[in-house]
């Protein structure tokens, strides 16, 4: 799965460019890495499974990338320019452990930013009033927060929130079957045109731009 709208918004809010050296934390098929290069950085990037980065090298033998847990990342303290955390960290057994290691190898100067899931986005608040329930996103594994909590979460990890972005743009990726006016309703306003009018606290997904705690 490709979401090159979010990953573009993150490197541009990071800023990255020529002379920067970037980490992707659990880079999946290594794409970000592409886009990232692209713009004169050096990318690397780590991931868990050994099947996606064997289809990413498959797509492009130059992505460098890495098998390892990102909750102990093989990399010098110090070392990146600027890290970024698309939609992952959430799945991670321990999350915080995951953010002490990201803020660990972050240069004193570098910022990473981190794309994280909403508990109470508009839509899981919908399902509650109608189901009673939050349903699940169909993930082996997924934990959600609001805002203020995955900002202290990040705070105790290390790192300092210097601001947060609401991301509620895209297609959903997942697609029920007999549910086909709901799911072009759903991806209609909530993500075609969620940006414009989705207060920032009931977003999908939050990207925390942070700094390294001095």
Not at 45 to 54: H, I, M
Not at 119 to 135: Q, T
Not at 157 to 170: E, F, I, M, N
Request: aromatic content about 10%; proline content about 5%.
């Amino acid at each position: 799965h490709k979401n090159l709208g979010q990953a573009e918004r993150i490197l541009d809010l990071l800023e990255v460019g020529p002379g920067m050296r970037l980490l992707d934390v659990a880079c999946g098929l290594g794409y970000v890495l592409d886009m990232a290069q692209a713009r004169g950085a050096a990318a690397v990037g780590l991931d868990l499974s050994s099947r996606a980065l064997a289809i990413g090298r498959e797509e492009s033998a130059g992505r460098q990338m890495v098998l390892g847990n990102g909750e102990r990342l093989p990399y010098p303290t110090s070392w990146f320019d600027a890290v970024v955390c698309l939609g992952s960290l959430e799945h991670f057994m321990d999350p915080e452990a995951g953010a002490r290691e990201i803020a660990r190898v972050l240069k004193p100067q570098g910022r990473t930013a981190i794309l994280l899931p909403n508990s109470h986005h508009l839509r899981a608040v919908y399902n509650v009033w109608r189901f009673g329930e939050i349903l699940p996103d169909l993930q082996d594994f997924e934990q959600f927060a609001t805002r203020r909590e995955w900002e202290a979460m990040l705070t105790r990890s290390g790192l300092r929130v210097v601001a947060t972005y609401k991301y509620d743009t895209g297609w959903a990726r997942i697609y029920r079957p007999g549910r086909t006016l709901a799911w072009i309703l759903y991806n209609t306003l909530f993500r075609v045109l969620g940006d414009r009018w989705i207060p920032l606290n009931m977003t999908y997904t939050f990207i925390f731009v942070c700094t390294k705690e001095p």
